[in-house]
């Protein structure tokens, strides 16, 4: 049982690239989140999705698409990185059907420096 | 509009001693509350919930919190710091009507020292 995987640990990249962060989960859960986590702002949603199939906004979605593959995998891409993009992100999932009342269990993070 | 307030962005304490790190909300209806813990360069780790019941829960590494209703505030507590305890203490709430999202404070830094 790995909980919450994220790949990869560390990204640079220069301003105007792409790419794709990779969550997957074992625990069953149904609810999958992305976050970024700035210094001195604590954790910011950028997206999350309730059930396989549904995805919504969080705080701060801008310049960010996401994509619930299935009932594992979710995953967050930057279409076009900008400096304000540098970041750590952490992808989390959640018993979200049930009341409400499970925690949520997080992955080790994405360290994602834009240059 | 929901939100969670950390007062307080660091919190010293001495190793033995007895530590709060404060926590206040302000939501909708009635919130669950936790606790989380994150340790330097490792995602978020849970220590304790309050749903319902007693307004004193306990968790994991001998931490346990106080849910105030009329204060609207889930302090964190712990009688005897330990330098281990030292990390990044996030407060989180998720509400009724909204079970899809967490609202997290701004983090408190705790420093036990020796």
């Known amino acids: 049982n790995a909980g919450v995987t994220q790949t990869p640990k560390f990204q640079v990249l220069k301003t105007g690239q792409s790419m794709t962060l990779q969550c997957a989960q074992d625990?069953?859960?149904?609810?999958m989140y992305w976050y970024r986590q700035d210094p001195g702002m604590g954790l910011r949603l950028i997206y999350y999705?309730?059930?396989?199939?549904?995805?919504d906004k969080g705080e701060v979605p801008n310049g960010y698409n996401v994509s619930r593959l299935n009932k594992r995998e979710f995953s967050l891409r930057l279409e076009s990185a900008a400096p304000s993009q540098t970041s750590v992100y952490f992808c989390?999932?959640?018993?979200?059907?049930?009341?409400?009342?499970?925690?949520?269990?997080f992955g080790p993070g994405t360290r994602l420096t834009v240059t | 509009a929901q939100s969670v307030a950390q007062p307080e962005d660091q919190v010293n304490v001495a190793e033995g001693n007895p530590l709060t790190v404060k926590c206040t909300y302000s939501?909708?209806?009635?919130?669950?509350l936790f606790w989380y813990v994150q340790y330097p360069n490792r995602g978020l780790q849970f220590l304790l919930k309050?749903?319902?019941?007693?307004?004193l829960v306990k968790g994991s590494y001998g931490f346990e919190a106080e849910f105030n209703k009329s204060q609207t505030s889930f302090h964190l507590k712990k009688p005897s710091a330990l330098v281990s305890d030292s990390a990044l203490y996030f407060c989180?709430?998720?509400?009724?009507?909204?079970?899809?999202?967490?609202?997290f404070g701004s983090g408190t830094k705790l420093n036990v020292k020796p």
């Open positions: 989390a999932s959640s018993d979200g059907t049930s009341g409400g009342f499970y925690e949520q269990y």
């Open positions: 625990m069953n859960h149904n609810s």
């Open positions: 999705s309730a059930s396989e199939g549904t995805t």
């Open positions: 939501v909708s209806g009635n919130p669950y």
């Open positions: 309050y749903i319902t019941g007693d307004n």
């Open positions: 989180a709430v998720r509400v009724p009507r909204d079970f899809n999202k967490f609202y």
